[in-house]
C-alpha cells in the first residue's frame, strides 16, 4: 500500500492505495506549517482505513513549494554562475532578461570564462581552469553557497561543466552546484536560466526534504519517500533536494496522470478546476504532452521540460458578477467555504451558481434560492464558454477528443462541451491530484544532437533509447518495466552534418 499527498496553494489532498483500489482519501485546507497539514492527511487516511504506517511501502508527495518561492521572490539564495563559452556569448551576458527584483534577489555574481563546444562535440577553446578556481576563491569570500555552471552546448558534451564543478568543490567543498547539462535542454540562455533557477533554491529544497522527513517520523513511517516532478514521474528524495526545479508545475501534471488513470483514457483533454483556476492539458499516451516552447516562469524563460498546460481563471471561489455575465478570473480562492453565499459569505462565487441551477449539492442551497434564473443561465452559459474555448486552443486538430474533468471544482460543469466526444468525471476526481502522486512511475530521458551523415539514424535512435532506459533504471525504475514513452526528431537544417536533435523519455514502475 502506498499514499499519495498533493500540497497546493489552497489544498492538501491525500489517498491510499492498495493496488489499483482507493481505500481512503482526505482534502483539506493547507496549513501555514505545511509539515503539520501533511501530517495531519496521512493520519486521517491510516486511520479511516485502519491501516498502520508499518505496512506502507512508499510515500509520494507533490509540492508547489518551490514554484511559489520563485514566483514570490522569497527563500532564494545568491547565486555564482559560471559560463564557459568564451569568446562566443559574450554580448548576452546571464541574467540579461531577468526582472530587476529577481536579478536583485538572486544576484548578479557572473563569470564569463574560455571553454564549450560546437554542436558537434568540437571545442571552442579549451576550459579556463585559472579562470574557474579564481572564481571559486572570490565565491567563498562572498560567502556565496551556491553555483550554476552553463557551457555552450553542454547537452551534447557536458565534460567542461563536469570538470569546471570538481574544480570549484576543490576549493569549495560544501558548495551547492547546478549544471545545466542535467537540467535544460539545447539553447544556452534558457538552460542557464534554469540551472540558476536550480541554484537559488538549493537551500529550501534541503529544508522542505527536511521537513517532509520529519513529518514522516512524526508518523511512525519507515517506508521511502519520493517526490512527483513535472513530467508524471518520481525521484526520490536525495534527488529534489539537487534539483527542485523539476518539480515546476508538479500539480497540474500529477491531476492528469490521476485523471488517466481514474478514466482508463490515455488520449484526452484534462481539465483540472481548482478554487480559483481551470488547468488545461493534453494527455498523450496517459502523459501530460509537453510544451515545444520557451516557458516562463515568474519572468524568466526556461527550456526544461515542462507539461503544456493553459491555466484559466475559473474555479470553485471565482467571482461571479450580478448580472452572472462576468465569471472569475477574481476568486475568493481558499476562502471559499467562508466567503461564498451557499457557505454564509456574501460573495456570489462559481459554485453559488452551480448550487442554483440545481446540479452541486453544496452547503446551504437556500441561500441563493432567490437568484434570478436568468442570472443563473447566463452564468452557468459563461462557465461552459470558459471551458469550451480552453478546449479549443488546447486541441491540436478539429477532431473531436474525451475530455476529462477533475478537481473540486469539476462540479461547476454539467452540460456537453463542443469539440469533446465525451465529458467524463470520474470517481475520486476531487483528488486525482493525490492519486496521479501515488501512481507515478520514475522517468527517464536524454536529449542529444546527432549528425545522420556519422551515424545511421537507426543507430542513433536505438542509442538515445537505451540511454533514456538507462537513466529510468538509475533513478529507481525496475528494468523489466521500462519502456519509451516518448521520441521526437527535431531536423536542425542550418547545422551541417545532416544534424539532428533526438529527444527520449522512457518511464517504469518504482522498484519495490
Not at 90 to 107: C, F, K, Y
Request: aromatic content about 4%.
Amino acid at each position: 500500500m502506498r499514499i499519495g499527498v498533493d500540497v497546493g496553494g489552497t489544498n492538501t489532498d491525500a489517498v491510499l492505495m492498495d493496488g489499483s483500489r482507493v481505500l481512503a482519501s482526505h482534502k483539506a485546507e493547507t496549513t501555514a506549517n505545511v509539515s503539520d497539514g501533511i501530517v495531519a492527511a496521512i493520519s486521517d487516511v491510516l486511520q479511516q482505513a485502519g491501516v498502520a504506517p508499518a505496512s506502507l511501502s512508499g510515500v509520494m508527495v507533490g509540492t508547489t513549494h518551490f514554484t511559489n518561492a520563485f514566483v514570490e521572490r522569497r527563500h532564494l539564495l545568491e547565486v555564482g554562475v559560471l559560463r564557459l563559452g568564451l569568446p562566443a556569448s559574450r554580448g548576452l551576458p546571464p541574467m540579461i532578461d531577468w526582472p530587476q527584483d529577481l536579478a536583485a534577489a538572486v544576484g548578479r555574481h557572473h563569470y564569463l570564462l574560455e571553454g564549450g563546444y560546437q554542436f558537434d562535440g568540437r571545442e571552442i577553446s579549451p576550459l579556463d581552469e585559472a579562470g574557474v578556481l579564481a572564481a571559486a576563491r572570490e565565491l567563498k569570500r562572498k560567502g556565496i553557497r551556491s553555483a550554476a555552471i552553463s557551457c555552450i552546448f553542454s547537452p551534447v558534451k557536458d565534460d567542461m561543466e563536469e570538470r569546471a564543478a570538481a574544480l570549484l568543490r576543490s576549493e569549495v567543498p560544501d558548495l551547492a552546484i547546478s549544471l545545466s547539462s542535467r537540467i535544460g535542454r539545447i539553447g544556452l540562455l534558457e538552460r542557464e536560466n534554469a540551472a540558476i533557477m536550480n541554484a537559488s533554491l538549493a537551500q529550501l529544497a534541503q529544508d522542505v526534504v527536511g521537513s517532509f522527513r520529519s513529518a514522516l517520523d512524526q508518523l511512525a513511517i519507515t517506508a521511502p519517500f519520493y517526490i512527483s516532478q513535472n513530467d508524471g514521474t518520481l525521484m526520490t528524495a536525495e534527488f529534489v533536494a539537487q534539483y527542485p526545479v523539476l518539480t515546476f508545475a508538479s500539480g497540474p501534471t500529477n491531476s492528469m496522470r490521476g485523471a488517466a488513470y481514474l478514466s482508463g483514457l490515455e488520449d484526452a483533454i484534462v481539465v483540472d478546476i481548482g478554487g480559483t483556476t481551470a488547468d488545461v492539458g493534453v494527455l498523450s499516451g496517459s502523459f501530460p504532452r509537453e510544451s515545444t516552447v520557451s516557458v516562463d516562469i515568474g519572468g524568466v524563460r526556461t527550456n526544461f521540460r515542462m507539461p503544456d498546460i493553459l491555466a484559466v481563471g475559473l474555479g470553485g471561489g471565482s467571482e461571479v458578477s450580478e448580472d452572472g455575465a462576468r465569471v472569475g478570473p477574481r476568486s475568493v480562492g481558499y476562502q471559499l467555504r467562508s466567503r461564498a453565499r451557499v457557505f454564509g459569505g456574501d460573495v456570489l462565487t462559481a459554485t453559488d451558481i452551480a448550487v442554483a441551477a440545481g446540479y452541486a449539492a453544496i452547503g446551504d442551497a437556500s441561500r441563493v434560492a432567490a437568484l434570478p434564473p436568468a442570472v443563473v443561465e447566463r452564468a452557468v452559459a459563461r462557465i461552459h464558454a470558459l471551458i469550451t474555448e480552453a478546449v479549443d486552443r488546447m486541441k491540436t486538430s478539429a477532431a473531436a477528443m474525451p475530455l476529462i474533468l477533475v478537481g473540486g471544482g469539476a462540479v461547476l460543469v454539467n452540460r456537453a462541451i463542443p469539440g469533446a466526444s465525451e465529458v467524463v468525471v470520474p470517481e475520486h476526481a476531487g483528488v486525482a491530484n493525490a492519486i496521479g502522486a501515488s501512481i507515478a512511475q520514475v522517468g527517464g530521458e536524454i536529449d542529444k544532437v546527432y549528425a545522420y551523415d556519422n551515424v545511421s539514424r537507426e543507430q542513433a535512435l536505438e542509442e538515445a533509447k537505451a540511454e533514456a532506459c538507462a537513466n529510468a533504471v538509475a533513478a529507481g525504475a525496475a528494468a523489466t518495466t521500462v519502456r519509451v514513452v516518448d521520441l521526437e526528431e527535431l531536423p536542425l537544417n542550418y547545422m551541417p552534418g545532416n544534424a539532428v536533435r533526438v529527444r527520449v523519455k522512457a518511464a517504469g514502475d518504482l522498484e519495490q
